[in-house]
């Protein structure tokens, strides 16, 4: 098997940036556009994550063509693209399946959960059942903490929530993808390739409806908001003189509104609902108003 630690920087193989056509450079170039001139190294991140929804994996090619577009060496743009575990050294299945082995997730089952689904694919940490970007191939992970814990323990596909797994869930839900099926995430968008959820986040936004219309979060997310909500705990208001702050908050909130385009990539990046964002914030009962209403009060400083 290829020494993919090595690829990288294979010296026989140094990388060609013109593999990349015209509409990638036009992105890269959109990309570099969203930071300060003269700081286009800041837009690294996002670029490897282009290219990445390109070939499914950060290849000597698209290491190459990073180094171009920011002006950076190869040796920088590797560095950084081998630091990072979300960048992919080997092309990646049309799934990536990463199961939280992290303390509370791997004492709830999270170390059963990965154990199943290596015996079920027959492969193990970061190597891929199937042909790489076929339909139904799966690159398989143990991650850290995929920050939410309240849901342990977690497996994610293409980084799209599957909350309160078990050996059995997991195995149905990896079965599901390997048929071609694409079961509803718990929470957030509906599931899309490991390719396009690569540029989403390099900050293209998803524009499927039900990606706009998604919730990404749940009751335990919000439980200590409502335990201070019962609890008559407010947050305290902006300190005398960050009042420029809380307004250019609400300039932001306010075009955000007026919009009616979502400015963030995926439903996982959204805000959660405010007094702002939710219509039903003046009502008295229920649901979201609970929460919001609170926010509310809090943010007047009350
Ligand atoms: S420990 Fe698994 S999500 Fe935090």
């Known amino acids: 098997m290829a020494n993919t630690r090595l690829s990288l920087i294979d010296i026989g193989r140094p990388g060609d940036p013109a593999v990349f056509d015209a509409d990638v ?85 999270g170390d059963d959960i990965y154990q199943a689904l290596s015996e079920l694919l027959g492969v193990g940490m970061n190597e891929t059942a199937g042909a790489a970007g076929e339909p139904g191939s799966i690159t398989l992970e143990r991650a850290e903490c995929l920050a939410a814990c309240d849901y342990a323990p977690i ?23 390997r048929a071609g099926n694409r079961p509803q995430p718990t929470r957030g968008a509906p599931l899309c390739s490991f390719k396009e959820i690569s540029r989403q986040i390099a900050g293209f936004v998803d524009q499927r409806p039900a990606s706009i219309r998604a919730q990404a979060t749940g009751p335990q997310t919000e439980a200590g908001v409502r335990l201070a909500q019962r609890l008559n705990q407010q947050a305290p208001g902006y300190p005398p003189g960050d009042e420029a702050e809380a307004s250019s908050v609400d300039a ?10 979502p400015d963030y990539t995926s439903s996982n990046d959204a805000p959660l609902n405010t007094f702002k964002s939710d219509p039903a914030a003046d009502s008295p009962t229920g649901g979201q108003s609970e929460r919001t209403n609170t926010a509310d009060e809090a943010d007047k400083g009350k």
């Not at 932001?252 to 385009?261: F, I, M, P, V, Y």
Request: net charge negative.
């Open 25 to 109: 450079r036009a992105a890269a170039l959109e990309i570099v556009a969203r930071y300060p001139q003269g700081q286009s190294r800041s837009a690294l991140l996002p670029m490897l994550h282009l290219v990445q929804s390109e070939q499914g994996y950060v290849s000597a090619d698209g290491i190459a063509f990073c180094a171009q577009v920011l002006d950076l060496t190869k040796a920088q743009v590797a560095a950084v693209a081998t630091f990072y575990t979300m960048y992919k050294r080997s092309p990646a299945g049309e799934y990536l399946v990463s199961v939280c082995t992290n303390t509370l997730c791997g004492m709830l089952g």
């Open 155 to 177: 497996v994610t596909v293409n980084y799209e929530f599957f909350d309160n797994q078990s050996v059995d869930s997991a195995v149905g839900l990896v079965t599901e993808l």
């Open 252 to 261: 932001e909130q306010t075009a955000a509104d007026n919009s009616g385009k």
